[in-house]
């Protein structure tokens, strides 16, 4: 006897949050019941043009702003930025170079350094093998 799989799904903040997309942004008919993950894989392969529309145009969820803008979830929150932006809002934020978004570039930049740098010496510990005394 063969047990049949069930069918996986999730919330559509889940779903939205997957497809890097602002839940509010998106169609009543999406937010209204699940996605199951076969929906998911279909929307991701050959999106609507409503899914299309809102990656191009936004507004876009904390981490695509953050992204976008080459700062961190938690920068944003110290800018006070807490409403999703769209990319016409992100541009002209990119084109004003405030000072709190350089600052932020700054920081990701020295963080991300020093995680490379933490990452080369795990590797080179873990290929010299443990240190023997």
């Known amino acids: 006897m063969t047990r049949q799989r069930s069918t996986q799904t999730m919330k559509p903040a889940t779903a939205a949050k997957k ?12 937010r209204s019941g699940v996605v199951s993950r076969d929906e998911l894989d279909a929307l991701q392969a050959d999106p609507p043009e409503w899914l299309r529309e809102l990656r191009r145009d936004g507004p876009h969820p904390r981490q695509v702003v953050a992204d976008r803008l080459g700062v961190s979830i938690s920068g944003l929150a110290r800018a006070e930025i807490t409403e999703p932006l769209t990319t016409a809002q992100i541009a002209a934020l990119k084109e004003e170079q405030p000072e709190w978004l350089r600052r ?3 920081t990701r930049a ?5 995680e490379a740098r933490l990452r080369a010496a795990r590797s080179e510990t873990r290929r010299d093998g443990p240190v023997r005394r």
Do not use: I, K, N, S
Request: proline share 5%; no cysteine.
């Open 19 to 30: 497809l890097g997309v602002h839940l509010d942004a998106t169609p009543a008919e999406f």
């Open 110 to 114: 020295e963080a991300q350094r020093e």
């Open 104 to 106: 932020e570039r700054t």
